[in-house]
């Protein structure tokens, strides 16, 4: 039996399936991004506006979080990469 064979499939596989999230974490990233600079020029242009400072603000927040929360998730799965698959640090 072949062992080396399937452990070789089984690692490119786990290493598709990491890229695969990697750039679904950059991409949802940018879309973070933007959507904070949008809360951003949207809070400093209505600043006359009161009332619509409100949702603004949501903007910011929200887009502070989800950017905290992606790039601590990109972390852990490079945690994991180097943990588990031996990856090397770039």
Same mark, same amino acid.
């Given at each position: 039996?072949?062992?080396?064979? %399937?452990? &070789? %499939?089984? &690692?490119?596989? *786990?290493?598709?399936?990491? +890229?695969? *999230?990697? %750039?679904? *974490?950059? &991409?949802?990233?940018?879309? &973070?991004?933007? *959507?904070?600079?949008?809360?951003?020029?949207?809070? !400093?242009?209505?600043?006359?506006?009161?009332? @619509?400072? @409100?949702? +603004?603000?949501?903007?910011? !927040?929200?887009?502070?979080?989800?950017?905290?929360?992606?790039?601590?998730? @990109?972390?852990?799965?490079?945690?994991?990469?180097?943990?588990?698959? @031996?990856?090397?640090?770039?």
């Amino acid at each position: 039996m072949n062992f080396h064979s %399937t452990s &070789a %499939t089984l &690692a490119s596989t *786990i290493n598709l399936l990491l +890229d695969l *999230i990697n %750039t679904s *974490i950059r &991409a949802l990233s940018i879309i &973070a991004l933007l *959507i904070f600079m949008l809360g951003g020029v949207r809070y !400093i242009w209505g600043s006359s506006n009161k009332e @619509g400072h @409100g949702a +603004d603000k949501k903007l910011l !927040i929200w887009g502070v979080v989800s950017m905290f929360v992606l790039f601590s998730l @990109g972390g852990l799965v490079r945690l994991i990469e180097i943990a588990f698959l @031996g990856g090397a640090l770039n």
